[in-house]
């Protein structure tokens, strides 16, 4: 099981930026896939933007394609979500997400798709 930690969420204006970060530990055997999620009160969890780690392909949402970026550092063990031109729909508390297995070939925005869960970071953008 992987041990995943988020950070970085807050409150900002629309139109600003944030930069979540997901830190993994744990055993990760076979290839790996981390994905950032969001859930709104009331609403379904959203995949938003996912990245297959051994050749970095990504995948994002149509809701932040061109406004979010997701990236890894390996030497850190870190996923990153620079989250740009926010607006108010982007409001949510945000997960990171992870599977490793040998069976894990791309990345994928579906929750199901997934093993492990952090705890979630808010951030909550004002008008």
């Known amino acids: 099981q992987v041990q995943l930690v988020e950070s970085g969420g807050g409150s900002v204006q629309a139109g600003g930026s944030l930069v979540l970060s997901c830190v993994a530990s744990g055993p990760t055997p076979g290839r790996m896939r981390m994905g950032w999620f969001r859930q709104a009160p009331g609403k379904e969890r959203e995949g938003v933007a996912s990245?297959?780690?051994?050749?970095?392909?990504?995948e994002y949402s149509d809701s932040v394609e061109g406004r979010f970026t997701i990236s890894q550092d390996t030497a850190k063990n870190t996923v990153y979500l620079q989250m740009n031109s926010l607006k108010s729909e982007d409001t949510a508390m945000y997960y990171c997400a992870a599977k490793s297995a040998f069976s894990v070939s791309f990345a994928s925005l579906r929750p199901d798709d997934y093993d492990d869960w952090g705890q979630g970071t808010q951030v909550t953008v004002s008008s």
């Open positions: 990245v297959y780690i051994p050749d970095s392909s990504t």
